[in-house]
């Protein structure tokens, strides 16, 4: 079945430095992209989108990249602090409007170390 | 974005009882989800609460185990009934924003089942 997945489960990055979440889809259909982040206790907070008629996206300090060739999606985050410490999810809309089915990646831990 | 309140924050419960979960919103919203969360994992939707019909629900999710209400534009309720310790999640609900396909998440409810 069509899936959302991330390569990697776990990140350690040095306060200051930059970082960089990957996640690959597989639903051809999808044409619109979210990051969320997830922080312990709370609900998943939107970050960026991207529609599939782009390739970046920038926000502060954040930028999705997507690759539709290899069906690829990125979140830059630049100059990490303390407080990007989290759990971040990529998540998948399928272009038909009216039926909003977000199908959530697995997830990264990203750890910010000070 | 929506203003999402969830009650209660989290709650211990027995085995063979029912929890319901309220969702408010600040604001009148076409489309409510319901999530869960299992430990360590990713979301899952549950169901689409319609208003004035019946909740649309997801494989693996039936409304007998899941009755959910949705009396209104603001207002939705799920209730986990006959819970088993494997129903021990977070349980989130969702709102579409009415200008976009982005999805906003309420604080979620911590369930655990002894």
């Known amino acids: 079945g069509e899936s959302v997945g991330l390569h990697l489960p776990t990140l350690s990055v040095q306060e200051g430095d930059n970082s960089i979440i990957n996640c690959a889809y597989s639903n051809s259909a999808s044409d619109y992209f979210i990051w969320y982040k997830q922080e312990s206790g709370k609900g998943p907070q939107f970050i960026i989108d991207?529609?599939?008629?782009?390739d970046k996206r920038q926000g502060q300090r954040v930028t999705v990249l997507l690759n539709k060739t290899v069906k690829h999606l990125s979140l830059q985050i630049a100059a990490t602090q303390p407080g990007d410490s989290a759990v971040y999810f990529c998540a998948e809309l399928p272009y038909y409007f009216g039926n909003e089915k977000l199908t959530f990646g697995t997830g990264t831990r990203l750890t910010i170390i000070p | 974005s929506a203003v999402i309140s969830q009650k209660p924050s989290r709650d211990i419960c027995q085995r063979g009882t029912s929890l319901t979960i309220q969702c408010q919103v600040d604001s009148q919203v076409t489309m409510m989800f319901w999530y869960r969360q299992q430990p360590g994992q990713s979301l899952t939707l549950i169901a689409t609460?319609?208003?004035?019909?019946?909740?649309?629900?997801e494989s693996g999710f039936v409304i007998d185990k899941f009755p959910i209400s949705r009396p209104n534009l603001t207002f939705s309720t799920l209730t986990v009934s006959n819970m088993s310790p494997e129903d021990s999640s977070i349980y989130l609900c969702?709102?579409?924003?009415?200008?976009?396909?982005?999805?906003?998440f309420g604080s979620g409810t911590q369930l655990s089942v002894l």
């Open positions: 609460a319609n208003q004035g019909s019946e909740a649309t629900y």
């Open positions: 991207i529609r599939s008629n782009m």
């Open positions: 969702s709102v579409e924003a009415l200008d976009s396909r982005k999805l906003f």
